[in-house]
Structures are given as structure tokens and as C-alpha cells.
């Protein structure tokens, strides 16, 4: 079989599986509470958004959150978290 016949058959499928994954993971967010799109509480005494976060340890080197944090203090209390989409599952 050509490539292209593979093509036309698991590139929708492939579609409508992330699709699906991206609506669950948006509704059990909702479900539990949680902000879809995080921001900073008005309180915070320092906020940066995009924010890039990595270990220097082991296999965590290989990976890291680059341009995707939401770093903030309130209330004496640092909190980080990932900004959409990189909050969804």
C-alpha cells in the first residue's frame, strides 16, 4: 500500500483522538474547579507569566518547562503552574 492511502486513514483518526483528549481534560478541569486559563491572584506580591523552569538532576535534564509557567507569590506562598495548553492532562 502507498503511503499516502496511510496518511488519509490515521491522520483523522489521530485528529479526533487528540480532540477528544483536549475536551475531557478541559471538562475534568472544570469539574474539580480549576481554572482553565491560571492567573495570578490580584494579592501577589510577585507575578511572571511564560515563565521557563527545569532540574539540573538526572533524566529531569532531558526535559524541562520552557515558556510555559505562571510563577507567583501570595499570601507567603510560591505557586507554579503551568499556563494553557500545558495544564491539560
Known amino acids: 500500500m502507498e503511503p499516502d492511502y496511510y496518511f488519509t486513514i490515521l ?3 489521530a485528529c479526533i483522538w487528540m480532540s477528544t483528549v483536549a475536551v475531557a ?3 475534568y478541569r472544570k469539574r474539580l474547579g ?3 486559563f491560571p ?3 490580584r494579592n501577589a506580591v510577585f507575578a511572571e507569566s511564560w515563565r521557563s523552569g527545569r532540574s539540573l538532576d538526572g533524566l529531569a535534564r532531558i526535559g524541562g518547562a520552557q515558556n510555559c509557567l505562571l510563577v507567583h507569590v501570595a499570601d507567603g506562598v510560591l505557586t507554579i503552574v503551568p499556563n494553557f495548553p500545558f ?3
Open 11 to 13: 491522520f483523522p483518526i
Open 34 to 36: 480549576k481554572p482553565l
Open 87 to 89: 495544564d491539560l492532562m
Open 39 to 41: 492567573r495570578a491572584p
Open 25 to 27: 481534560s478541559i471538562l
